[in-house]
């Protein structure tokens, strides 16, 4: 099993441009989590997901979008980038709810804007 | 979801036993203890859950005393390697969405 896989790793975007963050499981995982980590700080999650076709805000959900059309991806769609946007951005699954079980995390996309 | 707190940073020797503590004054009945390790550029790993008592496995231990308000991970005989921040998450059934985030860990150095 490959886990949880993210593309690309790193990504330079200006201001006002658009991307899509892949995410990928292979662990038939129902639950699906998208994290931000801004240097020195810990995770704020952004969106997350129990299911394909169920989606739902995190903490900081401004500026992004995701949907799930099948259980193995979680694609993160930033529009309209803003340096605000700088940050590490961890995706991540779970066979249960977060809180009660075992998040396995990929292994991030270091975006800068600028 | 229950506040944790944790001490931001602390140092250690090699070989030395760490006990790193977080404390969740408001946990709720069904929730979890979860402790995290981060590396630098990379995701957290999972390193051990607990609700009640005492849970070991083959790299730590976490302690839970009864009224579960705070929880002890301890990390035996460290290493080089174990220098990470560590994270501890509290939640259940009940968390999710907004409620649902890790602070700023505890930052370990492990010292030769």
């Known amino acids: 099993n490959a886990g949880v896989t993210q593309t690309p790793k790193f990504r330079i975007l200006k201001i006002g441009q658009s991307m899509t963050l892949q995410c990928t499981q292979d662990?038939?995982?129902?639950?699906m989590y998208w994290y931000r980590q801004d240097p020195g700080m810990g995770l704020k999650l952004i969106y997350y997901?129990?299911?394909?076709?169920?989606?739902d805000k995190g903490e900081v959900p401004n500026g992004y979008n995701v949907s799930r059309s099948t259980t193995e991806d979680f694609p993160l769609r930033l529009e309209l980038a803003a340096p605000s946007q700088t940050s590490v951005y961890f995706c991540?699954?779970?066979?249960?709810?977060?809180?009660?079980?075992?998040?396995?995390f990929g292994p991030g996309t270091r975006l800068t804007v600028t | 979801l229950a506040k944790t707190t944790q001490p931001i940073s602390m140092d250690s020797y090699e070989g030395q036993e760490v006990n790193i503590t977080c404390s969740h004054n408001n946990i709720a009945t069904n929730d979890y203890i979860t402790w995290y390790q981060q590396f630098p550029s990379q995701g957290p790993r999972f390193i051990i859950q607990g609700y009640k008592t005492k849970v070991t496995n083959e790299v730590a231990s976490l302690f839970i005393p009864a009224d579960r308000k705070s929880s002890t991970l301890s990390l035996p005989r460290v290493s080089l390697s174990d220098t990470a921040v560590y994270y501890c998450l509290v939640g259940g059934p009940d968390n999710y969405g907004q409620n649902f985030v890790f602070g700023p860990g505890t930052r370990l150095s492990v010292l030769p």
């Open positions: 997901s129990v299911g394909a076709g169920i989606t």
């Open positions: 662990m038939n995982h129902n639950y």
């Open positions: 991540a699954s779970s066979f249960r709810q977060g809180g009660m079980d075992e998040q396995y």
